[in-house]
């Protein structure tokens, strides 16, 4: 280790095992203790609460302890935070109280991290909550030999996998005060029986009314908080603490009904502590304590009936002897009897993070790479997306000053993509060809045991991997998939990330079982990126991502100025038009544009050309798309569209600058997607946009300040009539576009630090 003190940060608020567990560290000499200072407002954290008295103890710095008192342990603790913990602190004890804590610790502390574990009811151990927390078994891995798990009960890791087995340490529960107060007088003939969250919650629910059905014929009490009124005179909900002594001492017997093995409540040793009759149940925790043999133990329920019978009709030799014979439960918890398991299970953590930090001394740094996959045949603005996502990992990393290699992957097909598609990315961005490989439930379990995730599960029917030539991309540290364009979800061999544009399908009424898929693979990313609010909330909300889990950043455009690509060629030989960038999706409103042409040519006497471009469009006109049918139809029937509508199809970069240059406005006509950046182009080369108007554009039009002018995209006589207003206002309009330096402001290099700090962060 090194000179400063050793650190604990107890992550928990449990009050009663704060009260044992805090005095075991310092039996262990550790004095320097952090407790958390907040915690989930949720039912189960009744017993929970807040104590400073450690942060006198701690010799750390009073601003950088105000920021640790500051967070949300149980979630996400900010990057500040976490550098303090760091810097300062070599163990944490934690609980997984949310599905994404154990990724937060393992991502982001560097100590030995100390699962807490106080027993899971029977039909449930600690391999399903790693099988159920977000990217557990990546998680697991991650931590590797600084993962423990820290068992509060000896027997708890027998029932565990032996990945979790081979990681115990046990360290006991036990009680801050064993001592015998004999306060119980008994006066009141009922049973006390302690259960709360009756309403909200459905285990307890159903032990309350197994409780009815067995002893409801004897007088009781019901303790414990109830959030939720029940109906029952003899639930008592919220007592002071001087009405619960009360009822401990006064109540005639206290019953336990728990036939759990693997954990206990604390209230039937507070009811041995003050001396008050507890007829048990057999199979539970307490047998393990000594309650083997003791008159107070029942196998059946027919059993508790008749002892309680007894007891309550004033049974003294009975009730003599449970109450002679029960303190013997209390003994495994008293402080002397668990504080060498502690010290032997703290030596074991401490010098093993020893070890682990001795053998991690300097080596050769190997340089990290990040893939960047693009799943379909994109073309157009989706192909620039990716390739702008890359060189923003690319440019991001190194302004970062952790520079990482980038490769992009995009599927194998000769006919997919030339290497001039990829002339306008770093020349070091390595390009790679791949396919996709899809793997059944036994596969994918075994691939996933082979790369070290033990822990993993298979829940879906049907994984993909990549089948790349190169170890199906293990050679990378972190995948980003540049859309959710995936017939399955992904096999979670690395941390992997998803670049979402939009829902369209929310919006056009195409969700199919397919699109199940896409979402089921976005569910599964440790990040979601998205470029727009409006995009955020459909993640979240069509798609079901945990909103913590959705990144909004900026959107990112090229650096599309004269002096990066070459003056355009400004001409004066030719009638003034207009571009109309599209393709062949149904969301681009073909018809509505069509008509919309129509009108302004037939009856706003519209004088400028329309030419169209973009993927897929110089055929459109023969396509058999049923979406497109109707628009066919009505240029097929109009001799002024065959007069005026040119159709250009996808153009070679420096064509279509010559041509988006010349033009005297772009016209942009998308009923709802993500946004064009053809505008941001545009404007590049001071050509105004006439745009639809949805929450993207307006989003975009924002960031970049492009004054775009708006039309409704389903009135296509509204469309004409602005089309027309561009033809006469267009050159007023170009005046008003923001200027090359302020536009280039927001190109990729100028963003890509946002974006290498979210996907540093999954490393």
Request: net charge negative; proline share 5%; glycine share 6%.
């Amino acid at each position: 280790m090194s000179d400063k003190p050793l650190r604990v940060m107890w992550l928990l608020n449990h009050g009663a095992a704060r009260k044992f567990e805090i005095p075991m560290l310092k039996a262990m000499g550790i004095n320097e203790i952090f407790l958390p200072k907040s915690f989930p407002q949720e039912i189960g954290f009744r017993s929970a609460s807040i104590d400073y008295s450690e942060d006198d103890n701690l010799t750390i710095p009073r601003e950088e302890l105000e920021i640790l008192n500051a967070q949300n342990w149980y979630k996400t603790p900010t990057k500040e935070a976490w550098a303090i913990a760091n810097k300062h602190f070599d163990i944490c004890f934690f609980i997984c109280q949310s599905l994404g804590f154990m990724s937060e610790v393992s991502r982001s502390f560097q100590g030995a991290a100390i699962w807490r574990a106080y027993g899971q009811p029977i039909d449930v151990n600690y391999s399903v909550v790693v099988r159920a927390m977000m990217h557990g078994s990546q998680s697991v891995q991650r931590l590797g030999r600084r993962l423990w798990f820290g068992i509060a009960y000896e027997h708890l890791a027998d029932v565990e996998p032996l990945y979790l087995q081979r990681r115990k340490v046990f360290l006991p529960l036990g009680l801050s005060n064993c001592s015998i107060n004999d306060k119980w007088m008994g006066r009141e003939k009922v049973i006390f029986f302690v259960c709360p969250d009756i309403g909200p919650s459905s285990y307890y629910g159903q032990i309350y009314s197994e409780f009815k059905r067995d002893f409801g014929d004897f007088p009781y009490k019901v303790g414990g908080a109830q959030p939720i009124e029940v109906d029952d005179p003899n639930v008592l909900g919220f007592v002071t603490n001087e009405e619960h002594d009360r009822n401990m001492r006064e109540c005639r017997l206290m019953f336990y009904h728990s036939r759990e093995p693997n954990h206990i409540h604390y209230h039937p040793y507070e009811a041995i502590r003050v001396g008050m009759p507890l007829v048990f149940m057999s199979g539970g925790i307490l047998d393990r304590m000594g309650g083997i043999g003791l008159p107070g133990r029942c196998q059946t329920i027919a059993e508790a009936k008749e002892k309680i019978r007894r007891i309550l009709n004033d049974d003294a030799d009975l009730i003599r002897r449970i109450r002679e014979t029960q303190t013997v439960m209390l003994g495994p918890m008293h402080a002397d009897r668990c504080v060498d398991a502690w010290r032997i299970g703290m030596d074991k953590v401490i010098s093993d993070l020893a070890l682990i930090r001795l053998e991690k001394r300097p080596l050769p740094i190997k340089r990290k790479k990040i893939a960047v996959i693009v799943p379909v045949e994109y073309r157009g603005g989706s192909l620039r997306g990716a390739k702008l996502v890359a060189q923003a990992i690319y440019s991001g990393s190194r302004r970062w000053e952790e520079p990482v290699d980038v490769v992009i992957l995009h599927l194998e097909s000769a006919n997919s993509y030339q290497n001039e598609d990829f002339e306008d990315i770093s020349p070091e961005i390595q390009l790679r060809s791949f396919s996709w490989e899809s793997m059944d439930h036994p596969r994918a379990r075994r691939a996933m045991r082979y790369a070290g995730h033990d822990g993993w599960e298979p829940t879906y029917n049907k994984y993909l991997v990549v089948n790349d030539g190169i170890k199906q991309l293990l050679d990378c540290d972190a995948w980003v998939v540049v859309s959710d364009r995936v017939a399955a979800p992904l096999l979670p061999l690395k941390p992997c990330l998803f670049v979402v544009y939009d829902y369209l399908q929310r919006y056009e009424g195409k969700s199919t079982i397919r699109d199940s898929s896409f979402i089921d693979a976005v569910r599964l990313a440790q990040k979601v990126i998205v470029t727009t609010e409006f995009t955020r909330s459909d993640v979240i909300q069509y798609a079901g991502v945990d909103h913590e889990l959705v990144v909004k950043l900026p959107m990112l455009t090229t650096d599309f100025s004269n002096e990066k690509l070459g003056v355009v060629p400004r001409r004066s030989d030719i009638n003034p038009y207009f571009v109309w960038t599209t393709n062949a999706a149904q969301h681009k409103n073909h018809e509505n544009s069509l008509r919309a042409l129509s009108f302004y040519y037939d009856s706003l006497d519209g004088k400028m050309d329309c030419y169209v471009t973009g993927v897929n469009t110089k055929d459109l006109l023969r396509s058999e798309a049923r979406h497109l049918q109707g628009s066919i139809k009505l240029f097929e029937s109009s001799e002024t569209l065959h007069k005026k509508v040119h159709w250009l199809g996808e153009l070679p970069d420096f064509e279509y600058r010559t041509t988006l240059g010349n033009a005297a406005f772009l016209w942009h006509t998308a009923k709802i997607d993500n946004g064009t950046f053809s505008a941001v182009e545009a404007a590049y080369l001071s050509v105004p946009t006439l745009s639809s108007d949805y929450p993207a554009m307006r989003e975009m039009d924002e960031q970049f300040a492009l004054n775009l002018m708006w039309m409704n995209s389903g009135d296509y006589k509204e469309m004409g009539r602005k089309l027309k207003e561009m033809e006469m206002t267009h050159l007023s309009r170009a005046s008003t576009l923001p200027n090359v330096e302020s536009l280039s402001e927001q190109h990729v290099d100028e963003l890509s630090a946002e974006y290498w700090e979210v996907i540093r962060e999954c490393l």
